[in-house]
C-alpha cells in the first residue's frame, strides 16, 4: 500500500512568488493535514480538511490556503512568499476520528520550500 | 499558539545511558501521541496513552500519562544508535485533530 506521498520534494521560488504543494494521502483515509516544520523542531498546524471541507486552521495568515480534492488529495498554496515560508511543509493523513487514536496520522515525507 | 513544550530540546548522550524526555502543557488533553522523525522523513507514531496516569511500554521506551492529562514523559533505557531523531508529543485537543510540542532531537553517540 502506497503510503502518503508528496511532491515536489523540493522547491525554491523567490520572494513575492507563488508555492503550490501537493499530497495524495494513504487510500481511505479522508482527513488531509498541514503542517509547517522549521529548523527541524516542532510542527505548526496549518489546514486540516476531511471529506473535502476546512475543517480548522492554524494561526497562519490568508496567504496560506489550500484545498481537498473529490479523491481526497490536497493541494497547498502560499502566496506572496516571505523568506521566512523557507521550511519544510509535511502533510499527513488518517482515517475517521475514533481510528486516529490507535493509528494516528501517517506523514508524508515533505516538501522543503526554501524562499530566496 | 504552542500548547506543548518539551524539554529538553536538545539531547546528546552515549550508548547505553537512559534518559527522559518531558512534555508538558497547560491545557487538558483527551489523548496524547509520541512520535518520532528521522532526517528526511515525516514523523512515525509511536504510542498513544488516553488515560490519566496510563504507563506504556514499548521495549526499551516507556511512556506515562498524566494523571490530570496536562503532561507526558517518554524514558529511554540504555538508548542504542538507532533511537537518535526528533521525538514529538501531540496532543488531541478537540475532534481529530491534534497539535504537536516543540520537540526533542536526540543523538546516541556510538
Known amino acids: 500500500e502506497a503510503g502518503v506521498t508528496q511532491s515536489p520534494t523540493h522547491l525554491i521560488k523567490t520572494r513575492g512568488q507563488q508555492a503550490t504543494l501537493r499530497c495524495s494521502p494513504i487510500s481511505g483515509h479522508t482527513s488531509v493535514y498541514w503542517y509547517q516544520q522549521a529548523l527541524g523542531l516542532g510542527l505548526q498546524f496549518l489546514l486540516w480538511?476531511?471529506?473535502?471541507?476546512?475543517?480548522n486552521r492554524g494561526n497562519f495568515p490568508p496567504r496560506f490556503s489550500g484545498r481537498q480534492f473529490p479523491n481526497y488529495s490536497s493541494e497547498l498554496n502560499v502566496n506572496a512568499l516571505e523568506l521566512e515560508d523557507s521550511a519544510l511543509y509535511l502533510c499527513?493523513?488518517?482515517?475517521?476520528?475514533?481510528?486516529?487514536?490507535?493509528?494516528?496520522?501517517?506523514f508524508g515525507s515533505g516538501t522543503r520550500l526554501t524562499v530566496v | 499558539t504552542q500548547l506543548l513544550k518539551q524539554s529538553p530540546q536538545f539531547l546528546s548522550i552515549q550508548e547505553g545511558e537512559n534518559l527522559t524526555v518531558y512534555c508538558n502543557s497547560s491545557s487538558v488533553f483527551s489523548s496524547l501521541q509520541w512520535y518520532r522523525q528521522e532526517p528526511g522523513e515525516g514523523p512515525v507514531l509511536l504510542v498513544t496513552?488516553?488515560?490519566?496516569?496510563e504507563v506504556k511500554k514499548l521495549k526499551r521506551l516507556t511512556f506515562q500519562f498524566g494523571d490530570a492529562r496536562k503532561d507526558s514523559s517518554l524514558h529511554i533505557t540504555a538508548a542504542q544508535p538507532g533511537d537518535t531523531g526528533l521525538y514529538l508529543c501531540a496532543g488531541q485537543n478537540t475532534g481529530n485533530q491534534f497539535y504537536f510540542g516543540t520537540g526533542t532531537s536526540l543523538t546516541v553517540i556510538p
Open positions: 496513552v488516553v488515560t490519566g496516569g
Open positions: 480538511y476531511d471529506e473535502g471541507e476546512e475543517r
Open positions: 499527513a493523513s488518517s482515517l475517521a476520528t475514533a481510528r486516529v487514536l490507535r493509528y494516528g496520522y501517517t
